[in-house]
């Protein structure tokens, strides 16, 4: 990797760390790369990003975004995952490190709110945006159906009142 390589990976890094609003940051310990292409999948389909880059690139990236302070983790074979929802990097890296013993998690960060390992897990345990999206709009709309069964429920009542009525009278 020649000098021109290096500069652009830390400007996507640097650029990366400024837009997430999340990182964890994890290590390898001889993941194969069909593992790798598993984690890098899921990763994608839940709107996160994967990336293994040399730590000091990393470390140099790092500096001057609200992720500085991760820089003491950045030791080994490390890889970085992010993702602009608070929730789906960290979901991701904590169940597919249950599923493979050579994947860790080593800390993570949202913006300057360091977080160790278990404070990884238990962002993971959060619902995800869209789950949360989903319960508001649920919640939105149970008072709406309430509503009208409350004014359907009366007019139902006489329509039941005159139709016995009416049988009444027919019989």
Do not use: C, H, W
Not at 6 to 13: D, G, H, I, R
Not at 109 to 125: I, N, Q, R, S, T
Not at 134 to 155: E, F, W
């Amino acid at each position: 990797m020649d000098r021109a390589q290096k500069s652009e990976l830390v400007a996507e890094l640097n650029r990366t760390f400024s837009e997430v609003g999340v990182v964890v940051v994890t290590r390898n310990l001889g993941l194969t790369v069909a593992q790798s292409t598993v984690l890098r999948g899921k990763m994608r389909e839940a709107g996160a990003s994967y990336k293994v880059a040399k730590n000091r690139l990393a470390k140099i990236a790092i500096e001057g975004t609200p992720y500085a302070g991760l820089s003491d983790l950045l030791t080994g074979p490390t890889g970085i995952a992010s993702s602009s929802d608070p929730v789906a990097a960290a979901k991701v890296a904590v169940d597919f490190a249950k599923a493979n013993d050579k994947f860790e998690i080593v800390g993570g960060a949202m913006g300057d709110v360091l977080l160790d390992v278990d404070g990884v897990k238990a962002l993971a345990a959060l619902p995800s945006l869209d789950e949360l999206r989903a319960k508001i709009v649920g919640l939105v709309q149970a008072p709406a159906t309430k509503v009208v069964q409350v004014v359907q429920a009366p007019a139902g009542q006489l329509a039941r009142v005159f139709g016995a009525y009416a049988a009444k009278d027919a019989a």
